[in-house]
């Protein structure tokens, strides 16, 4: 992994961007990653299909709170039918880099989140 995407992700990890919960989320779920342990909660205020806010909240590694920062970041603004598309090639962009097999899952995990919060 590249020093300045190590740095990045480590911002991220350090300071999360959009940590927290929503007083009256408009959708929300929780989703765990039974091989790390890795928990989080991602809720969103959505109006016309757009995400006007996203937070999250829970415990994981540096990957998956980082990408969980990353990805409420990017979610701000987006319709929802275009966050249903996304992929792990998407987190891959936002992370700036590949990720080993094992760490696929851990930056997964607030997308597959955010994915089961629209369609609740």
């Avoid at 300071?15 to 342990?37: E, Q, T």
């Avoid at 415990?59 to 987006?78: P, V």
């Amino acid at each position: 992994m590249d020093n300045l995407y190590r740095e990045i992700i480590l911002d991220h990890y350090k300071n999360p961007r959009n940590k927290g919960h929503l007083d009256h989320p408009s959708c929300s779920a929780s989703k765990r990653n039974p091989l790390c342990g890795d928990e989080i909660e991602v809720s969103l205020l959505v109006a016309d299909d757009i995400v006007l806010e996203a937070k999250f909240s829970g415990s994981g590694c540096a990957i998956s709170t980082a990408a969980a920062s990353m990805l409420t970041s990017k979610l701000i603004g987006m319709k929802t039918a275009d966050i249903e598309k996304m992929t792990h090639q998407d987190i891959n962009a936002l992370l700036g880099t590949e990720l080993s097999p094992n760490r696929v899952k851990c930056a997964l995990l607030a997308l597959e989140t955010t994915k089961k919060a629209i369609s609740n």
